[in-house]
């Protein structure tokens, strides 16, 4: 997490192995990034693709590391796609061409591209970005679902602090020059927040049906 500008993007694709570290490098159980890329699904920023194609289609894309970026999909990668669709509920969009559907659906195609080759590791960045509430309710749910019943390790680049409360173990907040990694719920601090936001605000405790949560409120 941190504010715009600052370079989230930019680390996650050094993290994910897309871009080169200018020193040092990221390993997966002790080997380079890039030899492990079976082990990990990486979701850019959602996009309408260039080009019409149908959800299945695009999701079956995702099959590619398995089969060469140059190969058609088979029977098989269509029904592995299909049943990743199922598994997030969005299969009734199988004929739909990817401009026809909302950014939420969208997003969860984009995630559903991500999974179909079953990765240990889910690298997001910004999946909630451009969403509205609705959407952003139901991309973080299928998100914690996918943490809580697949044991998937999922990493999201965001700025948007109160989803990171509802959904996140771990944070790592950024900045120029320092950075702070911990429990989510120790890591959020009207100190923290003013120091890599430039934001004063004031974190609040809530109760909820016996549940402790936080949430913040901006100091106007």
Not at 16 to 30: E, F, Q, R
Not at 52 to 62: H, K, N, P, Q, R
Not at 68 to 89: C, N, Q, R, T
Request: aromatic fraction near 10%; glycine fraction near 6%; proline fraction near 3%.
């Amino acid at each position: 997490m941190e504010r715009n500008g600052i370079g989230k993007t930019t680390f996650i694709k050094c993290l994910a192995g897309i871009l080169t570290w200018s020193s040092g490098s990221s390993l997966i159980m002790g080997k380079p990034v890039e030899k492990r890329t079976n082990f990990l699904g990486y979701v850019p920023q959602a996009k309408v693709p260039s080009f019409s194609y149908t959800v299945l289609d695009f999701v079956s894309f995702g099959r590619s590391s398995v089969n060469g970026y140059f190969a058609s999909p088979s029977k098989k990668d269509y029904e592995a796609s299909l049943a990743v669709m199922e598994e997030l509920d969005i299969a009734f969009l199988k004929n739909r061409f990817c401009n026809e559907i909302s950014g939420g659906e969208l997003q969860l195609a984009y995630i559903a591209k991500a999974l179909v080759c079953k990765p240990r590791i889910l690298i997001l960045d910004e999946p909630e970005s451009n969403l509205d509430f609705y959407n952003q309710g139901r991309v973080l749910k299928t998100l914690k679902k996918l943490s809580r019943q697949n044991k998937t390790t999922i990493i999201i680049n965001s700025h948007h602090i109160q989803n990171m409360l509802i959904i996140a173990d771990k944070g790592l907040l950024l900045s120029e020059g320092h950075f702070l990694f911990g429990s989510i719920d120790l890591l959020i601090t009207n100190e923290n927040i003013k120091t890599f936001f430039n934001s004063d605000v004031f974190v609040l405790p809530v109760l909820h049906e016996g549940q402790s949560f936080k949430t913040f409120v901006v100091k106007l």
